[in-house]
C-alpha cells in the first residue's frame, strides 16, 4: 500500500501497489502493520456498502462526535465517486479546509478519513457502489452534518448533485457550536 498524503493533516489516499503478471494482479488493501507503521487507525467495527444507482447521488457531509468520532477508509468497487472532506477539528492547521479525490473501481484508490472529518461521496457514474471500513459503531446521537453547499467551504463538486436525501439538504451552514466542533478539540 501506498499513503499519499493529502493538503489535510492526517488524511490520506492509498495507492494499491500491484504485483502482477500475465494472469492479472494482487494487491493488499489493508494491512494492521502497514496503517500502524504510518501512526493510522487499525481497529474497524464495521464494513460498510453504499450504492448508488445514478450519476449525480450525494451522500454526506457526515462526521460523529467524540466518543464516537470516527475514522474511515473508503473504497469505491463499482462506478466512481468524488469523495470530500473537510478538517474539522479545532486545534488543527488544516481547520476549516477541504479536500476531494476521485475513487473508482479503474484506478482502485482509497481514502483514509481521520476522526473529526465531515465526509461526502458524490457519485460520477451510475451504479456506484462503495465498501468502506468504519472505526466506531453508528451513534445516531452524535451524528452531525453540514450542508453540501455551504459557502463557508466553497467545495468544487466535479457535478452538480441531483439526487441529495431531504436529510442531508436540510442541514445547516456551519455554526461551530451546532455542529459541537469543541468535541473535536484534541482528536487525532
Not at 489535510?8 to 495507492?15: C, G, R, S, V
Not at 469505491?76 to 473537510?86: L, T
Not at 457550536?177 to 469543541?182: L, M, Q, T, Y
Amino acid at each position: 500500500m501506498k499513503f499519499e498524503p493529502t493538503p489535510l493533516k492526517d488524511a490520506f489516499t492509498i495507492e494499491l501497489e500491484k504485483r502482477g503478471d500475465d494472469r492479472g494482479f494482487f494487491a493488499r488493501a489493508f494491512c494492521e502493520r502497514e496503517l500502524a507503521d504510518h501512526g493510522l487507525e487499525q481497529r474497524f467495527v464495521q464494513i460498510n456498502n453504499s450504492l448508488s444507482g445514478n450519476r449525480g447521488t450525494l451522500r454526506g457531509l457526515h462526521y460523529q462526535l467524540a466518543p464516537a468520532a470516527e475514522v474511515k477508509i473508503m473504497r469505491c468497487i463499482r462506478g466512481a465517486v468524488w469523495d470530500a472532506i473537510i478538517d474539522l477539528r479545532p486545534d488543527s492547521p488544516t481547520y476549516t479546509q477541504w479536500f476531494g479525490a476521485e475513487l473508482s473501481s479503474q484506478n482502485r484508490r482509497m481514502m483514509y478519513v481521520p476522526r473529526g472529518f465531515a465526509h461526502a461521496i458524490l457519485t460520477l457514474a451510475d451504479d456506484s457502489e462503495v465498501l468502506y471500513l468504519v472505526s466506531e459503531f453508528y451513534e445516531p446521537t452524535q451524528e452531525r452534518g453540514l450542508r453540501w453547499n455551504d459557502p463557508r467551504f466553497a467545495i468544487e463538486w466535479p457535478v452538480t448533485p441531483t439526487e441529495i436525501s431531504d436529510k442531508d439538504r436540510s442541514w445547516p451552514d456551519f455554526d461551530p457550536d451546532f455542529h459541537g466542533i469543541e468535541r473535536l478539540r484534541g482528536i487525532k
